[in-house]
């Protein structure tokens, strides 16, 4: 006994190593860098979604056509208002030209990808039902039909 | 003198800083995108079709500018929405022996409500100042009795629940057999419960 603890004092305790501190670092960074999606536009409306249930995941990001459908927000608004505003790539365009924007959108998807294109509708929970009915009609021009109410998961009954 | 040396060990003591910099970075960019939500088929733009619709047919639900839902003439509760059109699609009108008998049907079998799920129609209409959430809830509410009624007649069928199925279908890791089994089982499935809402035009007024 004595002479355990005679060995423990005269010796100090060696570091604890970190040598694999790079190592559970850097599968932490893999791990982040493969789930992260960078935001490619630049949201210029409010867009909070409502929630809902039954939805379907949306992960196959190169046969979407996205629309956001809000108010703009605090830093556009200073010369455009408080009315509802469609975004697309990135500015403002109206109802009358999503129609042109989804085609072109469309017409940059590699061929075999045109019929299963889907138009995801990111619409804050502000919006009204008159711009989406009259985007609907744009979309169905254009024969755009399969269309995507985007939302968050979660209770429908939130939204009431 | 030199050969008896070991060759200095690189110093790996920053690596751990580096790798911290470049997590810390991705950890503030990431945003775990989650983009889900509920899929529609809109009809095709040609308004030719017109189809003789029986009224019991038909499940008209009405959201209007200040979000009330109606369904069969009544202002309803989002709450039983579900269940009121579950009971309408269920229903299995046709008595026993009639062509067009749904048999898998466990509705009450009532004279006002659809004949055969085949047959069911929703339809749900809005007005220009119905909210967008209001209107989400109500279609969630629908796809939800489908999955409900799929659900069950999955379950019975297959003895898997239709969601399993439906994602296992997308699931690229599974052989061409598999995948060609399950698009029977869903092609059968949603054979017995077929989805179809109409959304008519919006009406001012």
């Known amino acids: 006994m004595i002479k355990f603890n005679k060995y423990r004092s005269s010796k100090s305790l060696p570091p604890v190593s970190t040598a694999s501190l790079p190592d559970i670092v850097f599968i932490l960074l893999f791990f982040f860098m493969t789930v992260t999606v960078m935001k490619n536009q630049n949201l210029l409306v409010e867009n909070t979604l409502p929630t ?100 968050y998961e979660g209770a429908a009954v939130d939204n009431l | 003198m030199k050969n008896h040396r070991s060759p200095q060990e690189v110093n790996a003591g920053s690596m751990a800083d580096i790798a911290f910099l470049l997590l810390i970075f991705f950890l503030v960019t990431t945003s775990i995108e989650n983009d889900a939500g509920l899929n529609r088929l809109m009809p095709s733009n040609d308004n030719e079709a017109i189809v003789d619709i029986r009224e019991r047919n038909l499940f ?61 129609i929703i339809s749900i209409k809005t007005q220009r100042n119905t909210s967008y959430p209001v209107y989400v809830a109500v279609q969630n509410e629908v796809i939800a009795a489908y999955n409900t009624l799929r659900n069950r007649e999955s379950l ?50």
């Open chain 1, 52 to 151: 809902a249930t039954e939805t379907e995941k949306l992960d196959k990001k190169d046969r979407i056509i996205e629309i956001y459908v809000g108010r703009p927000t605090a830093e556009a608004k200073t010369n455009l208002g408080d009315e509802l505003r469609i975004q697309m790539d990135n500015k403002f365009i109206t109802v009358d030209e999503v129609g042109d924007y989804a085609l072109q959108a469309l017409s940059s998807m590699p061929e075999h990808l045109k019929s299963v294109a889907t138009v995801s509708i990111k619409a804050d929970i502000g919006v009204k039902m008159g711009i989406i009915e009259d985007l609907k009609n744009e979309l169905r021009m254009v024969n755009l039909l399969k269309i995507n109410y985007t939302t």
């Open chain 2, 60 to 120: 008209e639900i009405s959201i209007n500018n200040s979000d009330q839902i109606m369904a069969e003439e009544e202002i309803i509760n989002s709450k039983i929405l579900r269940k009121k059109v579950i009971a309408f699609i269920d229903n299995g009108g046709y008595t026993l022996g009639m062509d067009g008998y749904c048999d898998y049907c466990k509705g009450d079998r009532l004279l006002d409500l659809s004949e055969n799920p085949d047959k069911a």
């Open chain 2, 156 to 205: 019975r069928l297959f003895n898997t629940p239709y969601e399993s199925i439906y994602s296992d279908y997308y699931n690229e890791e599974i052989s061409e057999d598999q995948k060609g089994q399950l698009k029977e089982r869903l092609e059968i499935i949603r054979a017995l419960y077929p989805q179809k809402i109409l959304e008519p035009e919006t009406v001012n007024n």
